[in-house]
Nanobody, 122 residues
């Protein structure tokens, strides 16, 4: 009953920018940490950035100073502003969120979006 939908991917030249968006919808009681992961062709999925419900952000070393994660709790959304993009940023980017669907739950469950393709040309 919970769905995460990403948008904003596309093709850009090196040095360009993209802004990814993810909206969680469905039966949601509350949302804790949210984040972005990416998976390049033939590679394992890796963490890009995470953000707590209070706005505390963490980044992988490869994107620090270039990417910014943010969230809007009112509509259960998380965003990733990507600047100074490099060809090595090319990957499918996945949204992640820890969600409780009701107050009877003591723990949160991870949900994943379907992914959005980001391609950076040289």
């Amino acid at each position: 009953q919970v769905q995460l939908l990403e948008s904003g991917g596309g093709l850009v030249q090196a040095g360009g920018s993209l802004r990814l968006s993810c909206v969680a919808s469905g039966t949601i009681f509350d949302v804790n940490d949210m984040g972005w992961y990416r998976q390049a062709s033939g590679m394992q999925r890796e963490l890009v950035a995470t953000i707590t419900r209070f706005g505390g952000a963490s980044y992988s070393d490869s994107v620090k100073a270039r990417f910014t994660i943010s969230r809007h709790n009112a509509n259960n959304s998380v965003y990733l502003q990507m600047n100074s993009l490099k060809p090595e940023d090319t990957a499918v980017y996945y949204c992640n969120a820890a969600i409780r669907i009701g107050p009877w739950k003591e723990t949160h469950t991870d949900y994943w979006g379907q992914g959005t393709q980001v391609t950076v040309s040289s």
